[in-house]
């Protein structure tokens, strides 16, 4: 029965402002097929035989634990190891040269934050702390703080168990596989090496919130904002930008649209922008 049903349009736009109002992510109306499908497995895992009825207990608050559960099934989303290769190579090399310098001169103490904002998987996160392992030599007795957050718990489980199929390796050379993973006993996932796990840290974070905590010196947004209206852009934005330590960077996707939102930054190329000192 499941398999031959899809949701109204009437359904799908009840769905649509729920989850606008609970993540800022607004889904576009060629989604009915996506979201029909998504919202189905939670269906059949509940017993629940109709969308309306599904739709009451959700937004009721009558199942214990099912905001979480459908937020991850509607906003989970797949990346893998140095995606945009460039922004790895810009945050290895004349990044950490500069922050190197200034802290050698005084102008910085001997301390990096790291905020991977909608990490998704970790992917992105565990390339930074690659990228750092790679430094350790010029790193010595350095303070580091590497922190991924995500709106979805079941991607943040996935974050912290740090076992990967082989697809998402695919730009990771040989001699880092070799040193960063192994393989498991089926030979069909790769598991990050501890030391390199215990560098980061996870936790649920929504972006249409502020971030407690210190600022940090680097933020990397990518490839989530393309999910947002305008307002929801706004918000994210203006917390973003919060988060992030007058002389630190911003680094932000090809497509996630937000260029225009910038104005206060220092633009240091197409994807990297700097927060005044001042």
Sequence with gaps: MWELTKLTPEQFSRFRDFIYAETGIRMQDG???LLSNRIRRRLKNLGIESFDDY??????????????????????????????????????????????ARARTGRHDRSLRVWSAACSSGEELYTLAICLAEAAAKLGGWNIS???????????????????????????????LRRYFRADASGEHWLLRPQLRELCEFRRHNLLAPLPGPRHDVVVVRNVMIYFDRESKKTAVRNLLSALAPGGFLVVGPADGIFDLLDGLEKQSTFVYRKPEA
């Design 31 to 33: 989604k009915i097929t």
């Design 55 to 100: 739709y009451t207990r959700l937004t009721t608050g009558t199942l214990p634990n099912e905001l979480e559960q459908f937020i991850d099934a509607v906003t989970t989303n797949e990346t893998h190891f140095f995606r945009h290769g460039t922004h790895f190579e810009w945050f290895a090399g004349p990044f950490l040269d500069d922050l190197i």
């Design 146 to 176: 590497l922190l991924g957050t995500d709106i979805s718990e079941t991607a943040l489980a996935a974050a912290r168990e740090a076992r990967y199929p082989r697809r998402s390796l695919e730009h990771v050379s040989p001699e880092r």
